[in-house]
């Protein structure tokens, strides 16, 4: 069983919708939790960070950190078109700070 | 501010081959990292480095080498290639006196095994 798991996907919808990505992880060290968005054929960039539990919005992006179920979710408000991308949860331990383990990814596309 | 830059952006080598992919991090970060991609999964930690030394490493074999150098550049090479080589393969980079799980990647290298 990998340590952390996510919503395969892919997971379409209109321009505007609300779009809600979720993973799981088993490891209860993992501390830091990132989102990175990746485009097709290119690296992976980071969009939100959190440190423990907690909600962490920037713009159109809110991030929550339930440590307690050992889940994390990552919303998207009044998607669109250009979020169409891989989003891709990712978890550090505070001992191992660089070294992420990341899901698999869930592929959304953001249609007009 | 150049990101981090990653070369060659491909890669064909047959089985039992060495090959050696370069990394220049972002300009004023210190530390790098490297990940595995495979087609349609997250990527995985291969090792990082800090001050010329592998600080950290992740579940791949002694096949698998890097170097920093000291203007924070760093390579990674995979000896005697096997066909599960074939993959995106990431660096990243990021500053050891903020905040290391602040990661920036490069486009990666696509290496095709054959």
């Known amino acids: 069983q990998k340590e952390v798991e996510q919503d395969p996907g892919p997971l379409s919808v209109p321009e505007g919708a609300i779009v809600s990505l979720n993973c799981t992880y088993s490891?209860?060290?993992?501390?830091?939790f990132m989102w990175y968005r990746q485009y097709s054929r290119k690296g992976p960039e980071l969009l939100m960070y959190?440190?423990?539990?907690g909600n962490k919005e920037d713009g159109r992006f809110t991030a929550q950190v339930d440590k307690s179920s050992k889940y994390i979710s990552l919303f998207i408000r009044d998607s669109q078109p250009s979020d169409s991308a891989t989003y891709l949860c990712?978890?550090?331990?505070?001992?191992?700070?660089?070294?992420?383990?990341f899901g698999d990814g869930t592929t959304l596309t953001v249609k007009p | 501010d150049a990101g981090v830059t990653q070369s060659p952006t491909h890669l064909i080598k047959t089985r039992g081959q060495q090959v050696t992919l370069r990394c220049s991090p972002k300009?004023?970060?210190?530390?790098v990292s490297w990940y595995q991609q495979a087609l349609g999964q997250g990527p995985q930690f291969i090792f990082q480095?800090?001050?010329?030394?592998?600080?950290q490493r992740g579940n791949f074999p002694d096949r698998f080498s890097g170097h920093q150098f000291p203007n924070y550049s760093s390579e990674l090479n995979v000896n005697a290639l096997l066909l599960g080589d074939s993959a995106l393969y990431l660096c990243?980079?990021?500053?050891?006196?903020?905040?290391?799980?602040?990661?920036?990647f490069g486009a990666g290298t696509r290496l095709s095994v054959l």
């Open positions: 990712a978890m550090s331990a505070n001992t191992n700070a660089g070294k992420s383990t």
């Open positions: 490891n209860s060290a993992f501390q830091y």
């Open positions: 990243a980079s990021s500053l050891a006196a903020a905040f290391k799980n602040i990661q920036y």
């Open positions: 480095y800090y001050e010329e030394e592998e600080r």
């Open positions: 959190t440190y423990s539990s």
């Open positions: 300009s004023g970060h210190d530390t």
